[in-house]
């Protein structure tokens, strides 16, 4: 008989899940999950119909009609109910991919182009061009922000569930996997390389530390060995970090523009991006390079 998979098999850990997702979205996305491994779909599909609803929210937010907005923010909560989705239902059926990894990553940047486009149409009459300037420099930030959250959580995980659990990417194995692929038989992976690439570069090149301690436990044949006693010493010391890799997420700031369209002010939603969320991030990278900086000293001394 098959076993059968429950709610907490389709989690990463407990360590990195923030609890608006551990009580609303996690229980959704698992029996979505469920529904479209009964009719065979693929992960990969559920990312593209959780891009088409999150893109279509971002529609909904050019307008001025509340009506329309909350249409909007339903869409919104639908299409992340979908991206939890995608990645239980690849964990349920072991249809793991990077070109999957690649394609997810970029939905919640898709989602988020056609929001702040909404917002800046929306409010050009009355800003001209500076919403859009404002909107340009709070959509850079933010995918920055995403981008270092995700970064880290998944570093925490390697700590938590080994390399196979963990989702980290290293641009130099990237680059190697570019040149080994052909255009030919892996079309769609040597595009998605073209972008992937640099996202990770940029990612290694903001918190240069956690490169450094990751290069410092690989062996020789370029494998990774993490000795058990440093293994959980630096989960413990990573995992109170995380709440501000979640804050960086998604729950944060769409509760924050949900309230300033309620208010009819979304303008006030970038402001927010620029600084609340700039001072997140900052205060996380310092606090995590300094983390990393000890136990790469630990780990050399140990050597």
């Not at 029996?31 to 992960?43: E, G, H, Q, S, T």
């Not at 402001?271 to 969320?277: A, H, S």
Request: aromatic fraction near 14%; hydrophobic fraction near 45%.
């Amino acid at each position: 008989m098959e076993k059968k998979i429950t709610l907490q098999d389709t989690l990463k850990s407990q360590d990195t899940e923030e609890w608006i997702d551990l009580v609303f979205y996690r229980p959704i996305g698992y029996r979505w999950a469920l529904f479209f491994r009964k009719i065979n779909v693929r992960p990969n599909t559920v990312t593209i119909m959780s891009i088409i609803l999150g893109m279509t929210a971002g529609v909904m937010f050019y307008f001025t009609d509340l009506r329309l907005n909350m249409i909007g923010m339903l869409l919104l909560v639908w299409a992340n109910s979908l991206d939890s989705a995608d990645g239980q239902l690849a964990r349920m059926t072991g249809q793991y991919s990077r070109t999957g990894r690649i394609l997810d990553g970029a939905a919640g940047d898709l989602w988020f182009f056609s929001i702040y486009a909404g917002i800046c149409l929306q409010l050009t009459p009355a800003w001209g061009l500076w919403i859009w300037i404002l909107g340009a420099a709070a959509g850079y930030f933010h995918s920055k922000q995403a981008a270092m959250a995700d970064y880290l959580r998944n570093f925490h995980l390697l700590f938590v569930n080994g390399r196979n659990g963990s989702e980290l990417d290293d641009s130099k194995d990237l680059k190697e996997r570019a040149k080994a692929i052909s255009w030919k038989n892996d079309g769609v992976e040597k595009l998605f390389m073209l972008f992937y690439i640099p996202y990770t570069k940029g990612q290694e090149d903001w918190i240069p530390e956690v490169r450094k301690l990751k290069n410092a436990m690989k062996k020789d044949d370029g494998n990774m060995e993490i000795p058990v006693g440093f293994k959980d010493d630096f989960r413990r010391e990573s995992r109170p970090m995380m709440k501000y890799t979640n804050i960086l997420s998604f729950n944060t700031r769409v509760i924050v523009m949900f309230i300033t369209i309620f208010a009819h002010l979304p303008w006030i939603y970038f402001v927010f991006e620029l600084t609340i969320m700039n001072i997140v991030l900052v205060y996380m990278l310092h606090n995590y390079g300094n983390i990393c900086k000890r136990f790469n000293l630990r780990l050399r001394g140990d050597n």
